[in-house]
């Protein structure tokens, strides 16, 4: 018991710190990418917040498998490199029980990403996609610059020669009102300020000493003038507000749980099975009926051309019909492969968990290095052939090339197999890898003191 404690011990804080690191870099990336999209847009922090929360769900799912594997390294490399795995196993104890409370930990963390990417990943992805809806319709901020007209109010055309943008004072203002068309106002003033109501509905001009000119298009003979001292205009400003949409509206694959997800597809497989019994029905009654049919309109000298044209019609008519039926085929095939490859990656992706304590155990315990600069360059290496398997699969298995269950589960079979290798040679024989000429590609912060010395 006091082993299996030391043993998940070593495996706890390196898993928290591989967690929070690849977070952080993923938030990063996910800022540096959609930063032209939320900057001006006078969005407030809250919102922001909100976005990233949001899209921490898909972060989580890629995360956490790959920080499983770092543990394990950092872990196994430690006790490796202190010689705690030789003196266990002259013990007694070998290297299978020393990887059982981290294989038996995976797969309750296992379990628990399942749960989340049936539950907590769907909705996080759906609230994502109608928050970043709403950001990509809100409109910039009004912005107005000294001597050129502004349009970005509907309706609206405003002009100021000076713009103080710290207090939103402006002067010497001209704004054209269309807003009651065939009426056109021109307003003018020496000075105003300009403000958003407090529902953030209006757009408030408070304007100081000007004049309004009223033209009526229908009627050219009707002027009007009217002098003021204070006068306020408010106009739309819902294009400069941001209003969050409810949730609801229809879902994508990524927005759905496994059992949903189901269930639309046996749906799909249902209008499936009946557009190939269509499309069979109207093969067979093309090659009985209709090849008599012209046959026997061909016959007839009296009308051929006649005849001709119509069979071409009817032909040609039929030619498309069972091309719709093709098409329509082709759709239903690839919308089941989609959903079943979303099914399978919601399965697939967590058991990586148990395949990469199998690839970090013997790896750690023949490297013998437990700093996270090894740790990350190997977990990076397996982790992108990891995922370079799981979109080719994907994709392979979207085009119809290769089943879901392969496109989604060959990288687990491989690693797996391979895992299971090193696993066996590791526990049998003494097997030492040196990855010493890789530290000098990794930044020396990451290295421990001991391994910045040992590489100098």
């Known amino acids: 018991m006091i082993l299996i404690k030391y043993i998940l011990r070593n495996h ?15 938030i990063l990336q996910f800022l540096m990418k959609f930063a032209d999209r939320l900057v001006g847009k006078g969005l407030s922090t809250w919102v922001i917040i909100k976005l990233i929360a949001y899209n921490l769900a898909w972060m989580v799912v890629l995360v956490i498998p790959m920080s499983v594997l ?3 390294l950092m872990a196994f490399g430690n006790m490796s490199q202190n010689n705690e795995i030789t003196i266990l196993k002259a013990t007694g104890i070998s290297l299978y029980k020393m990887m059982l409370p981290p294989f038996i930990s995976s797969i309750v963390i296992a379990i628990l990403l399942v749960y989340f990417n049936n539950h907590i990943y769907p909705d996080a992805n759906h609230a ?20 050129v007209f502004s349009q970005d109010v509907p309706n609206y055309s405003i002009l100021a020669r000076k713009v103080d943008t710290q207090k939103n004072e402006l002067e010497e203002l001209t704004i054209y009102d269309y807003s009651n ?38 009627n050219p003979l009707e002027y009007r003038r009217l002098r003021f001292q204070h006068h306020k205009i408010a106009m739309p400003a819902d294009q400069f507000t941001f209003e969050q949409s409810t949730p609801g509206g229809p879902r994508g694959d990524r927005e759905l749980g496994a059992q949903d997800m189901l269930k639309i597809v046996d749906s799909l497989e249902v209008i499936f099975d009946k557009t190939q019994q269509n499309l069979n029905k109207k ?31 009817r032909i040609k008519a039929d030619e498309s019909s069972i091309l719709n039926v093709l098409y329509s085929i082709d759709y239903y095939k690839k919308e089941i492969n989609r959903y079943w490859v979303e099914i399978h990656k919601k399965y697939s992706i967590p058991f990586a968990c148990l395949v990469f304590v199998l690839i970090g155990a ?17 977990s990076l290496v397996f982790f992108l052939i990891y995922w370079a398997f799981l979109i080719g699969g994907e994709k392979l298995a979207d085009r119809g090339l290769l089943s879901p269950f392969w496109g989604m589960w060959s990288a687990n079979i491989l690693l797996g197999i391979l895992g299971i290798i090193l696993t066996v040679k590791s526990a049998r024989e003494k097997i030492t890898l040196d990855f010493s000429f890789l530290t000098k590609y990794i930044p020396k912060s990451w290295l421990k003191p001991e391994e910045e010395y040992e590489n100098n």
Not at 186 to 210: E, F
């Open 12 to 26: 706890f804080a390196p898993f928290i710190f591989s967690v929070l690191t690849l977070i952080a870099i993923f």
């Open 70 to 72: 770092v543990a394990v």
């Open 128 to 147: 994502a996609r109608i928050l970043m809806e709403d950001i990509s319709r809100q409109k910039p901020t009004l912005s107005l610059v000294p001597g």
């Open 181 to 218: 068309l065939p009426k056109v106002n021109i307003v003018t003033a020496s000075k105003g300020k300009i403000y958003l109501s407090r529902n953030q509905k209006k757009l408030i001009m408070d304007l100081i000493n000007g004049e309004i000119h009223e033209a009526d298009n229908s």
């Open 283 to 313: 093969i067979s009654q093309l090659a009985g009926n209709n090849l008599i049919t012209t046959k026997s309109f061909l016959e007839d000298n009296l009308f051929s051309k006649y005849l001709y044209v119509r069979v071409n019609q």
């Open 362 to 378: 013997p790896l750690g315990t023949m490297t013998r290095k437990g700093g996270f600069g090894m740790a990350a360059g190997i």
